[in-house]
């Protein structure tokens, strides 16, 4: 993977560094998982569990600022150690953020979970958290196999999650025209189904991280479109159906 | 590992190999008996007791072994000290790894590879498998707290899998560790079934159950003498009664499905002629909504790995949909192609109808279990609302790609990427 160098002690501190972010990638993925699934079985106690394991990878970006400034400072690395170091830092922070995405996700099963709402409700929302996930595991994947001709799935897939969001929060709209008294349930829906949108992003952020480390290039830049939600209007009624 | 019987059976195919390797010396010995024979006139018993001895002759040195041109025999032959740690790994059928001190993988099986995919030699294992129970039980490991652990791990993505994954280390000394993962996958599946039956299936049962309860209910009551009624109520019920028993076969066959989450490697399945008898046997479906079916295969072969009746169920599902949903248009294609893009070569089947099209905002949730763009019109056509969904879980453990084009007005095109190894 990487070549040797002549002080050991430089090979296993960036050595270290990779593993912590794998650590830290491990624990933002059970992190989400948790999160919608405490959401979608109303189950206050895991959500209550997801709170408090972002503590976690708070302490593990601090940690890999600290260790990854150590390095520059005592070894003065050029090329691709450089980048290296720099990469875990960008993918420490994105994680990190992925963690409190997946931690507001969880704060508000409570609110969600007052109501008791269809399971039709959540079942969008189920995929699309799996499409983000999907995402999230298979550029971790990647950063553990450094094979970034792989990457290009990233787009693909970054263009279904917006697909998905945008239906998502086309339904939810249509929910709240209905009766509302869905109105808090759906809004809560809405915040989240932005917050998993935005895992999808974060995952997309690391793979060009990873791109960049690997190849010493920034990825060609044809950013997919984003989602189409700016533009949904419904109507003030219900069409009839 | 070798327990007495297999070393008994062993030394009978020493004895047999020793026999076979040395069959041109004995051949020449008996044709010079019998030349000899020929021309000394000497008695038969003479000729029967020479073979016997050039027989023994080739089998005995018994301590002796020898050389043997095959790697095989010869491992055999030297015994389980010398029994190489990759043959050993080959032949466990459960997914297993070697790695060091340092995390680094030596060794996966095959198991492995096919289970998890992506995995090279000194590639870090925790890297791979970053689940923090799995960080704990490599870090406890390495850092020689126990000697040996377990933990059950779970992959959620892309297909669910459940292990009981037990670590130790390997020999004295070595400075090698071995992960063994026993697949739980099913008895998790039983439970989670259970809940999805549940969750899912009881709604749905539920419509129709209570439809059949009102005709009965009127039946006794208010149209207890009127026939014409009765016959209309009764063929109603008949349809609920049908429409719940297709409902309960596409949640088994989803729920097969998941349980066994990965492919059988090795099997090959022709597409043209999956394709051709897929649209052979919905002849009668498309001629009684006076749909046309053409078919635009590509030349040459087109075989995928896969299993046979698990794609015969996509391609069937998706024809259905096609012939039943696009029936205004009159005509469905169904073409083969193939894609070479460098990335993942592979080939696409599309089936392409021409009827009113797919909205734009359903597209993305159509594979969704139950969902349906629209409720009226999936009822009437006798759908289930799981059709999509047994697809999407079985071209995803083919490794395949379904991607759906539509426009309103236009039709729908349901392509099937079929990555080619």
Same mark, same amino acid.
């Given at each position: 993977m990487q070549s040797v160098h002549i002080v050991s002690a430089y090979d296993e501190e960036l050595k270290y560094l990779s593993k912590r972010i794998a650590a830290m990638g491990g624990h933002a993925e059970r992190m989400v998982e948790q999160a919608v699934a405490a959401l979608v079985n109303a189950d206050p106690g895991l959500a209550q569990k997801v709170i408090r394991d972002d503590l976690v990878l708070d302490e593990g970006q601090r940690e890999i600022d600290d260790k990854a400034i150590i390095i520059i400072a005592k070894r003065q690395p050029m090329a691709t150690d450089l980048r290296e170091i720099v990469g875990a830092i960008r993918i420490s922070a994105d994680l990190e953020r992925v963690g409190d995405l997946g931690k507001n996700v969880a704060k508000r099963v409570v609110a969600v979970a007052d109501g008791r709402q269809p399971s039709s409700l959540f079942r969008g929302l189920e995929a699309l958290a799996n499409l983000a996930l999907t995402q999230l595991k298979e550029v971790l994947d990647v950063y553990a196999s450094?094979?970034?001709?792989?990457? /290009?799935f990233v787009r693909d897939r970054d263009d279904q999650i917006d697909a998905m969001y945008t239906s998502l929060f086309r339904e939810l709209l249509t929910y709240m025209m209905e009766d509302p008294r869905n109105i808090t349930p759906c809004t809560h829906l809405l915040f989240c189904a932005k917050n998993i949108e935005r895992i999808g992003d974060h995952a997309t952020n690391i793979a060009e991280t990873i791109y960049y480390i690997v190849t010493g290039d920034q990825m060609p830049a044809d950013r997919p479109k984003g989602?189409?939600?700016?533009k949904i209007i419904l109507p003030a009624t219900q069409p009839a159906k | 590992m070798a327990d007495i019987g297999t070393e008994r059976k062993g030394k009978a195919q020493a004895v047999a190999m020793r026999l076979w390797n040395s069959r041109w010396p004995l051949a020449a010995g008996f044709v010079a008996v019998l030349i000899v024979y020929g021309f000394? /006139?000497?008695?038969g018993y003479v000729v029967l007791l020479a073979g016997a001895v050039l027989v023994a002759a080739a089998i005995l040195p018994p301590g002796v072994a020898r050389q043997s041109t095959e790697n095989a025999a010869a491992v055999e032959a030297s /015994?389980? %000290? %010398?029994?190489s740690g990759e043959y050993l790994a080959a032949a466990v059928a459960d997914p297993l790894i070697i790695f060091d001190r340092s995390a680094a993988i030596v060794h996966a099986n095959a198991a492995a590879v096919a289970a998890f995919g992506g995995i090279a030699p000194g590639m870090s294992l925790s890297l791979k498998f970053r689940a923090p129970e799995m960080q704990s039980l490599l870090d406890n490991m390495l850092a020689g707290n126990v000697a040996s652990d377990s933990v059950d791990y779970i992959e959620r993505l892309p297909v669910e899998r459940a292990y009981r994954v037990s670590a130790s280390s390997v020999g004295?000394?070595?400075d090698l560790y071995v992960l063994v993962f026993k697949d739980q996958s099913e008895a998790r599946r039983i439970d989670r079934m259970r809940a999805d039956f549940i969750a899912n299936a009881s709604h749905e049962l539920r419509t129709p159950l209570a439809s059949i309860a009102g005709f009965i209910e009127t039946l006794r009551g208010p149209?207890?003498?009127?026939p014409a009624a009765r016959e209309q109520f009764l063929q109603i019920m008949q349809n609920q009664t049908s429409r719940m028993a297709r409902l309960i076969d596409d949640l088994l066959s989803l729920s097969r499905l998941e349980m066994k989450p990965y492919l059988k490697l090795g099997t090959e399945v022709d597409l043209r002629q999956a394709l051709d008898s897929v649209i052979d046997s919905l002849g009668p479906l498309a001629k009684e909504n006076g749909v046309v079916i053409e078919r635009d295969f590509a030349e040459g072969p087109l075989a995928v790995p896969g299993d046979r009746d698990e794609l015969f169920q996509v391609f069937e599902n998706l024809l259905e949909n096609a012939c039943k949903y696009g029936q205004s248009g009159g005509r469905v294609v169904v073409s083969i192609t193939r894609s070479d893009s460098d990335t993942e070569p592979g080939i696409d089947v599309t089936i392409r109808d021409f009827g009113p099209g797919i909205p734009e905002e359903h597209i993305p949730r159509?594979?969704?279990?139950?969902?349906?763009?629209?409720v009226e019109n999936s009822r009437t056509q006798k759908g289930t609302g799981l059709g999509l969904s047994i697809v999407k879980h079985i071209l995803t453990r083919h490794n395949a790609r379904l991607s759906i084009w539509s426009e309103v007005g236009k039709g729908a095109a349901f392509t099937v990427h079929l990555p080619v190894r």
């Open positions: 450094r094979s970034v001709e792989k990457i /290009g989602d189409k939600t700016d | 000394a /006139g000497m008695s /015994g389980l %000290q %010398q029994l004295h000394a070595t149209a207890r003498n009127d159509i594979t969704e279990r139950f969902y349906r763009v629209d």
